[in-house]
């Protein structure tokens, strides 16, 4: 694994971005099965390995997902901001040993349709809603990591989904508490353009060195959205306690995955929410902690999950 020659590229522009959305709260598939459409049952499949997925949204809009493994227990995984569905590839690849994964392009990402139009958050929560249904998911562990996290409590809320046996919420704000401080940006010079920030922005995912192919599928995901999308889905219209709140009403396990930066919104939920809410903290890891510590992660959620399932 080595970084691209451009890991000099200062990192003060994704880390701001990161540091508002927590105050306001590479590959994919492989090629077989690929193109198979969820939406009509056409070409579907078991599947065992990875298999790319595609179904047409209520609006016409083709979307993309990544399934692994099988049974009726799934694990649904939803990225962060620009993020492509290939960010989770070391969970398809452990985790379907024992669940069905699930790991979505969120529209305009990854493989995902680009959409020039609006990307409001009743939009994006319908989006999931309709994965589910695309999916047949009849009961899900569903996770979101950063900017997902925002979208899976939004989509809780506005839908009240049924399938939910568990929630995994990866290192984001969950309202709780004081806003977590700003990250210190690197010195350096500012990028010149949109491609060295989003360049700049893949590098500062981790902490250990990104694999190129990995590496180039956030950049490729990153830059292919559209500009007026990308600041969109930064804006969400609602205050820190929404999420709080949102959170708070679930009755189903929660397991907070997280960086010493949100350990104190952790404590909280845990002191709300004995018994059902577990926070994991990874002092080590960069921002995509699952990427940078893929084993310990894919542990904690597979004995979470086993827990959700039984409940």
């Known amino acids: 694994m080595s970084h691209l020659p451009v890991h000099k590229i200062c990192r003060r522009g994704f880390l701001s971005v990161l540091a508002g959305m927590a105050a306001s709260g590479c590959a994919g598939g492989r090629a077989d099965g690929a193109g198979a459409d969820a939406s009509r049952g056409v070409g579907r499949e078991v599947a065992v390995g990875p298999v790319d997925r595609f179904f047409t949204a209520s609006d016409g809009v083709r979307l993309h997902y990544v399934e692994a493994g099988g049974g009726p227990d799934t694990i649904v995984l939803v990225p962060g901001w620009l993020m492509p569905a290939a960010v989770f590839e070391p ?147 609602f205050p820190r306690e929404y999420w709080r709140d949102t959170l708070l009403a679930q009755r189903v396990p929660v397991l907070y995955a997280i960086r010493p930066r949100f350990s104190e919104q952790g404590a909280a939920l845990v002191a709300k929410r004995p018994g059902l809410a577990r926070v994991e903290v990874f002092p080590a890891a960069g921002h995509a902690l699952f990427l940078d510590e893929p084993t310990r992660f894919n542990s904690v959620v597979s004995t979470f999950a086993q827990g959700a399932f039984r409940r």
């Open 91 to 237: 969970q398809w690849k452990g985790l379907s040993k024992q669940f069905r994964v699930i790991a979505f392009d969120p529209r305009s990402q990854g493989r995902s349709e680009v959409f020039k139009g609006r990307h409001t958050p009743e939009r994006r929560s319908l989006d999931l809603k309709e994965l589910l249904v695309a999916a047949d998911v009849e009961r899900c562990v569903l996770g979101g990591w950063s900017l997902g996290v925002m979208e899976v409590l939004d989509f809780l809320a506005k839908h009240q989904p049924q399938q939910i046996r568990g929630l995994v919420l990866i290192d984001n704000s969950i309202g709780e508490g004081r806003p977590p401080a700003p990250s210190k940006p690197d010195s350096g010079p500012p990028p010149r353009n949109r491609a060295e920030r989003m360049r700049s922005f893949a590098l500062s995912l981790t902490k250990k060195p990104m694999e190129e192919r990995m590496l180039e599928a956030v950049f490729q995901s990153a830059m292919r959205v559209p500009e007026g999308a990308a600041s969109e889905l930064l804006h969400k219209p």
